[in-house]
């Protein structure tokens, strides 16, 4: 049994590869600044605080101890600075060992003396904690340490989510530039194989060169393939309409010359077979030209088999929900079913009574309509189920033991893709082959 693989679309393919690829970028650069920015930051918070004590070492050393406590209360209520009296019992908790503290405690060393005491915490007090000597005397001055520290994260967050909401637009849209012509490439493929050559032209005009070479040559490859299928189907039309001309005159010759009744009956009979072949040769070659509609398909039945009710060889069963509605054309509906109402009864036939019995249902399902024909003839080998819809294909069982052109399931395959639906063939369970056409519902309001 063959694993299903997920599969994904071009467009979401390219999408993730390039946001992979330019979200990493980000990463890799917010890292890389970051690393680059953590020495020089730290040198000059380093600088700003060795100012700050020789400043505040500079203003005690020129006061009187009466003016020193005014100085320092306004140190504190202005500038968030306090100097206190250096004990030797204080309780000291050094700064962390990171990178910034590392580098911020050799400035202060480097500047203020290699005695220089850094900490984060005094006698339980947080901060950033600087000792330093004023004439014998010590002194800490304390600060806030969030003056001196990094961005916060949440900063970092906000540029890194907006470097990546960034990333991922220009990933989408980088995804769809690409996508887009093979998309419109792909449309237009669909198109020819619809038949619509008409609409399945591309930009020749598109500023990429390759691009614009891929359409100019699309283009010129559908204009070719127009021209073949117009030319086809004109050859076919012309010989079917010059073979009438004659078939028309042996018929005459042949009941007014021929004296036997029963070879004059074969005659008929193999000029009547030659005119059905013709006629299936024009319905292949008949442009196409549909317009979709709403239409009960109950209707639509009953007009097909008007002209079959009389046929001895034919048991029609009908088995139909009420009041279905079928977005279709209604002459060439008409035309998929007789099709197949008669390809059931030319094959389908039962071997003890000659009667070909066929059953035709017709059911809601989801937004679709689905068709039934059913035969109880000897059925199809399983592997040549999917050559019944190619043209002029005849398989070799008891199903084709009549002479016939093998177009008329092509023909009911064309026609059911020019009105967007599906064919499906199949043997049925208790024998005979059973066609399953699905078409568009028509919603009535």
């Known amino acids: 049994m063959t694993r299903y693989k997920p599969r994904l679309s071009l467009f979401w393919r390219t999408f993730v590869l390039l946001a992979l690829m330019l979200l990493g970028s980000v990463l890799a650069w917010t890292e890389t600044l970051h690393e680059l920015e ?66 911020m405690a050799k400035e202060l060393k480097n500047r203020l003396g290699h005695d220089t005491l850094v900490a984060e915490r005094v006698n339980g007090v947080p901060g950033l904690w600087i000792g330093f000597d004023i004439n014998k005397d010590h002194f800490w001055l304390q600060t806030d340490r969030s003056r001196f520290d990094q961005p916060e994260a949440k900063t970092w967050l906000v540029w890194l989510t907006t470097a990546a909401a960034l990333s991922l637009l220009g990933a989408a849209w980088m995804a769809r530039l690409i996508n887009r012509p093979l998309n419109d490439l792909s449309i237009a493929a669909r198109r020819v194989r619809e038949g619509d050559f008409q609409a399945s032209q591309l930009d020749e005009s598109a500023s990429t060169n390759e691009i614009r070479t891929v359409n100019i040559g699309f283009n010129r490859m559908t204009q070719k393939l127009a021209r073949i299928e117009e030319e086809r189907a004109v050859m076919l039309a012309g010989i079917s309409h010059d073979l009438r001309t004659p078939l028309a005159r042996l018929r005459l010759e042949a009941e007014l010359s021929v004296s036997d009744a029963t070879a004059r009956e074969h005659m008929a009979n193999d000029i009547a077979q030659l005119d059905a072949i013709i006629n299936k040769f024009l319905d292949y070659a008949r442009p196409d030209q549909i317009e979709l509609s709403p239409l009960p398909i109950s209707q639509v039945i009953e007009q097909s088999m008007a002209a079959l009710r009389n046929r001895p060889e034919l048991d029609i069963k009908l088995s139909l929900e009420p009041k279905l509605m079928v977005q279709a054309d209604a002459v060439e509906l008409q035309r998929v079913i007789t099709n197949l109402i008669e390809n059931a009864a ?72 020019r009105m967007g639906g599906t064919l499906e063939l199949s043997n049925a369970s208790g024998g005979g082959l059973c066609a399953s056409i699905r078409l568009q519902r028509a919603h009535i309001s």
């Open 38 to 103: 953590a020495e020089p930051r730290a040198m000059q918070t380093g600088r700003q605080i060795a100012s700050m004590v020789n400043l505040s070492r500079a203003a005690v050393m020129h006061t009187d101890s009466i003016t020193q406590v005014s100085l320092f209360k306004t140190m504190k209520d202005q500038e968030h600075v306090v100097i206190v009296p250096r004990e030797p019992n204080d309780v000291i908790e050094p700064l962390n060992n990171d990178e910034l503290n590392h580098h």
């Open 346 to 417: 030319r094959y389908g036939r039962s071997s003890d009574t000659g009667i070909a019995r066929v059953e035709i249902s017709a059911h809601k399902l989801d937004n679709s309509i689905l068709l039934c024909l059913r035969d109880h003839g000897p059925g199809v080998p399983e592997d040549q189920l999917k050559q019944l819809t190619t043209p002029f294909f005849r398989g070799e069982t008891a199903r084709t033991a009549a002479n016939g052109t093998g177009l008329g399931l092509a023909i009911v395959q064309k026609i059911i893709s």
